[in-house]
């Protein structure tokens, strides 16, 4: 997806908190274990492999603003 189309996303689930995802009960997805395994590492953190999917993006969140992975300023350019 592109800036333009995020940007244009308001409504979108890009946006909306992961507690009110219809979705947010079920397990992880396998992309969310990878990734928060190889953010997990990065931050010297354990993470627990029963996590929702709801549970997993929060993580996420939590563990790339620790490590600076995967965020963006508003340039569109990789923090460091």
Known sequence: MDKQTQ???QD???LKDPKNWTTGDEPMTGAQK???KTLAEQA???VDDDLTK????ERIDELQHRTG???EDQHGSQRK
Request: aromatic residues 6%; glycine residues 6%; without cysteine.
């Open 34 to 36: 990878s990734y928060l």
């Open 44 to 46: 010297n953190e354990t």
């Open 12 to 14: 979108s689930n890009m």
């Open 7 to 9: 940007d244009n996303a």
């Open 69 to 71: 992975r995967g965020l």
């Open 54 to 57: 709801a549970e997993a993006s």
